[in-house]
T-cell receptor, first 115, second 110 residues
Framework: EAGVVQSPRYKIIEKKQPVAFWCNPI?????LYWYLQNLGQGPELLIR????????DSQLPKDRFSAERLKGVDSTLKIQPAELGDSAVYLC?????????????FGPGTRLTVL | EDQVTQSPEALRLQEGESSSLNCSYT??????LFWYRQDPGKGPEFLFT???AGEEKEKERLKATLTKKESFLHITAPKPEDSATYLC???????????FGSGTRLSIRP
């Protein structure tokens, strides 16, 4: 079974430029998550989707971050404009169940460097 | 506020030297506690879910245990390939969000 796929793996941009990350979850997984992970820290949730609905986006900085999950499968996370403090690893995860216990399966992440 | 604290931050062991990693948690009610392994440049890899105090789970050289306030990840006779960061996370009753600790960086010397 293929795991969670993310692209690109690495991205280097100048501040104020836009950037987008793409995620393809494990087939059949209805729940999709985007996390941010800073060096030496655990992942922090940005947004959670149940199918195509964003059910928890309270930690997403909505002035510059946006996300979508069209057709309830692939998802895109966008930052516009990027700031120096956005440099981090952006992780996508998926889970087979809606609600209840959340065993999540992670992709390899996208390492973003903002110069 | 739900909180997860892991200790130590880093641990260096000799190959074959057994030890334990600690995860202390504060939640209004525990739905589940998770252990993940993360290798450099990769996403976290799911290891275990524990649901209630007294529960134990094992996988190769790893055994996870759970009490009402903390969880331990015991590693027996570790090998260099066990070197990684081990993350603990908790999910509260009624919540779908899981909260991660900062992890323990484990290094096993040959």
């Amino acid at each position: 079974e293929a795991g969670v796929v993310q692209s690109p793996r690495y991205k280097i941009i100048e501040k104020k430029q836009p950037v987008a990350f793409w995620c393809n979850p494990i087939s059949g997984h209805n729940t999709l998550y985007w996390y941010l992970q800073n060096l030496g820290q655990g992942p922090e949730l940005l947004i959670r989707y149940e199918n195509e609905e964003a059910v928890d986006d309270s930690q997403l900085p909505k002035d510059r971050f946006s996300a979508e999950r069209l057709k309830g499968v692939d998802s895109t996370l966008k930052i516009q404009p990027a700031e120096l403090g956005d440099s981090a690893v952006y992780l996508c995860a998926s889970s087979p169940r809606m609600g209840d216990i959340n065993e999540q399966f992670f992709g390899p992440g996208t390492r973003l460097t903002v110069l | 506020e739900d909180q997860v604290t892991q200790s130590p931050e880093a641990l260096r062991l000799q190959e074959g030297e057994s030890s334990s990693l600690n995860c202390s948690y504060t939640v209004s009610g525990l739905r589940g506690l998770f252990w993940y392994r993360q290798d450099p440049g990769k996403g976290p890899e799911f290891l275990f879910t524990l649901y209630s105090a007294g529960e134990e789970k094992e996988k190769e050289r790893l055994k996870a245990t759970l009490t009402k306030k903390e969880s331990f990840l015991h590693i027996t006779a570790p090998k260099p390939e066990d070197s990684a960061t081990y993350l603990c996370a908790v999910q509260a009753v009624g919540a779908s969000k899981i909260i991660f600790g900062s992890g323990t960086r484990l290094s096993i010397r040959p």
